[in-house]
């Protein structure tokens, strides 16, 4: 009964979704106030819905009500209760319904705190998510129903895929999800702010938030997506130009040239239009990616197997709201005020230079993502795009993005100083060339280029830190108030900031662990030995485990540096017992912000089994910077000024007439 109670929900939400996509547009052509509050109240009333039903897919799968097919075919009774729960959203139909549970969540968030928006603009906002909301209702009822059942009833479930039973993928769709569906907002603001004819500077200020927290949750969720595969998946790598990554990528990237574009709108009303289109591509980016995980036309660890239907189903969703959007963009657009003017050299300046390269650099991910999809439609020759093309283009672009980004918080508005800015920076750059040439010392030399990355990362890390100085008046001041004045300064300075250390860090893991990593294979046999990053590693043997659905074999090492034991570490070889899938798990010792990881191979004919050692210096500052980067996204939204939003627009009173005679 409550499965059915899920699926009515979804039915009734479709009608409220319908009601919210067509009154409260009305609503604001008519400037009828009581029409455009339908939208506040209807999206609240989605979000109940969608959770309702959402709440009831949960619950068949926290008691393994095998009678939905969903469940049946993505769950197990000896399953621990957290994949059983987190199988909700780890198959095909329960994401859908995670992505509109998030989706409709981000509706009732704008009717809820958005009521210093204007009454015509905020229908629209809601109206747009309604029709967003409606589509992918229609999809998940006709083509995608998480609660269908199955009669007989199976006795037992097929088990969720074995790499999906991991806390990693437990939070890692819900963080990515968050950021891809919170840029649905952006959109709506766009494809609203276009119906209406005005954007302005206060329009900016509406979306920043949005765009922030979207990307926020992007950021997270990538990072966890790119450790999990580091460490479940056994192949060593922590990115791998994999074509469902780059489908999460893209976003990212475009994302964050629309946050800086929208900084840009916000503080001078210029790069409007160029701010619009920003937010429609981005969240066209998502709904992409969401078309190339679900549509069956790429072959990934991350893809969902889906029939080919569903494809052609989201196809046409993005034929609609991409094609939509950008035809309302080329009517609209040539209609709308161009933004104020500003000097090449300025803060302006190097915002648009950063929105140039990531948008060059996202056309680059796109086109090496869908170059071979399309050849082999068009000519049926199948090839693949790999990671020498991503790292030389890709890596050629973040050139520009790791020198101007330390400039621009140094750059004034409309018109700056690159003098100035370069001889507050002269000393930043001394340092970050002199760290960057100790550490390539000290890892035993390797190509000039490492000792440039290295340096180029410790540019960003130190820049963010003299922004701050100088901001504050060290040096100028005494120091007690240039303390205060740094504790005074706005939350989203810091967290421009911690966003731009964290952008070093990452940039110095990669270019460390890229440059300095070894890795050795080899056969071992108990009590054979080799060497790892200056540790040694002596086999122990083969052990045989059971979980609560898998069994194992395990393989124990014991590490000793100069002769001493210092810690030791399982990798192991796992077989779920539904499925008869197996899994490597690898072994990871941390040292420091560097790893010895450890997988295990095939066993071999005489007795021994492959084993694959790497040493990864300074692995853990890739993902360290992401959360610097997050922190930097968080503290920016705990802004008091972004949390306020843009002020209501106040009409002068109007004096009456009798008043006027009286005086």
């Known amino acids: 009964m409550i499965t059915e109670v899920g699926h009515y929900s979804l039915v009734l939400a479709l009608a409220v979704a319908l009601i919210v996509s067509i009154l409260p547009v009305i609503g604001a052509r008519r400037n009828d106030v009581a029409l455009m509050d339908i939208g506040s109240l209807g999206s609240i009333m989605l979000f109940l819905l969608v959770s309702l039903s959402f709440a009831a897919l949960t619950r068949a799968y926290a008691v393994s009500d095998f009678s939905v097919a969903n469940v049946y075919q993505n769950s197990h009774s ?9 199988g909700v959203w780890g198959n095909h139909e329960g994401s859908m319904m995670l992505w509109l549970l998030i989706i409709t969540f981000f509706s009732a968030l704008v009717a809820i705190y958005g009521r210093n928006l204007p009454d015509t603009l905020k229908a629209n906002v809601l109206a747009v998510q309604a029709w967003i909301t409606l589509a992918f209702l229609l999809f998940i009822l006709l083509t ?86 580091y460490y479940e998946l056994g192949w060593g790598g922590w990115w791998f130009w994999d074509p469902v990554e780059n489908a999460s990528f893209m976003p990212w990237l475009a994302g964050t040239a629309l946050l800086h574009s929208a900084i840009v709108m916000e503080k001078r009303e ?21 078309f ?48 104020g003017m500003f000097a090449p050299i300025s803060r302006e300046g190097a915002l648009v230079l950063n929105n140039l390269v990531l948008t060059v650099a996202t ?91 290295i340096a180029a990362g410790f540019f960003l890390i130190i820049g963010a830190f003299t922004d701050l100085w100088y901001r504050a008046n060290f040096g100028k001041l005494a120091f007690g108030i ?6 005074g300064l706005p939350r989203s300075a810091f967290g421009t900031a911690l966003a731009h250390m964290g952008l070093g860090i ?117 993902w360290g910077g992401t959360l610097f980067m997050m922190a930097g996204g968080f503290m920016s939204l705990s802004d008091r000024r972004l949390r306020v939003g843009a002020p209501t627009r106040k009409v002068k009173p109007v004096k009456a007439p009798a008043l006027e005679a009286a005086e």
């Open 78 to 86: 000896m399953m621990p209760m957290l994949y059983k729960l987190t």
């Open 270 to 290: 210029a790069l409007k239009i160029w701010t619009v289109l920003l937010a429609i591509m981005t969240f066209s980016l998502s709904l992409l990616g969401t």
């Open 506 to 622: 990452t940039v110095l893991g990669i270019v460390i662990v890229t440059t300095y990593e070894t890795e050795h294979v080899l056969e071992m046999k108990p009590g054979m030995v080799t060497e790892a990053g200056g540790y040694t590693l002596v086999f122990d043997g083969m052990r045989s485990a059971a979980g609560p659905n898998f069994t194992e074999d395990r393989g124990h090492f014991n590490i000793l540096k100069g002769g001493v034991m210092v810690a030791d570490v399982w990798s192991s070889k796992r077989l779920y017992t539904a499925r008869r899938m197996p899994t490597t798990e690898a072994g990871i010792l941390t040292f420091g912000l560097s790893q010895l990881y450890v997988s295990l191979g095939d066993l071999t004919e005489n007795g021994g089994i492959v084993v694959r050692v790497w040493w990864k210096p300074f692995i853990l500052c890739i």
């Open 144 to 229: 995608s129903n998480p609660f269908e059942r199955l009669d007989p009833v199976p006795a037992e479930g097929q088990d969720l895929n074995p790499i999906l039973q991991d806390f990693g993928l437990a939070i890692h769709p819900p963080l990515l999800y968050l950021g891809y569906v919170g840029f649905s907002v952006c959109f709506s603001f766009a494809v609203a702010a276009l119906l209406d004819g005005r954007i302005d500077a206060a329009w900016a200020r509406w979306v920043r938030p949005w765009t922030l927290a979207a990307w926020t949750f992007l950021t997270a969720g990538i990072s966890m997506g790119s450790y999990w595969a």
């Open 292 to 339: 190339l995980v679900r549509s069956g036309v790429l072959t990934s660890v991350h893809a969902f197997a889906t029939d080919p239907s569903r494809g052609i189903f989201i196809l046409g969703i993005l034929t609609v709201f991409i094609g939509g959007a950008f035809a309302l963009f080329a009517w609209r657009a040539p209609m709308l005020k161009a933004g």
């Open 482 to 487: 240039a303390f205060r004045r740094l504790k």
């Open 363 to 453: 056309a680059t991910v796109l086109t090496g993502t869908l170059y071979p999809l399309v050849l082999e439609t068009l000519t049926g020759e199948k090839i693949s795009v790999g990671a020498p093309f991503f790292n030389l283009t890709f890596g050629l672009l973040m050139v520009p993005i790791l020198i101007i980004t330390p400039f621009g918080p140094l750059l004034a508005w409309k018109r700056g100083d690159a003098l100035g800015a370069l001889q507050r920076l002269y000393v930043a750059a001394s340092l970050a060339f002199l760290a960057g040439l100790v550490l390539w010392y000290v890892e035993n030399g390797g190509p000039v280029m490492a000792a440039l990355g």
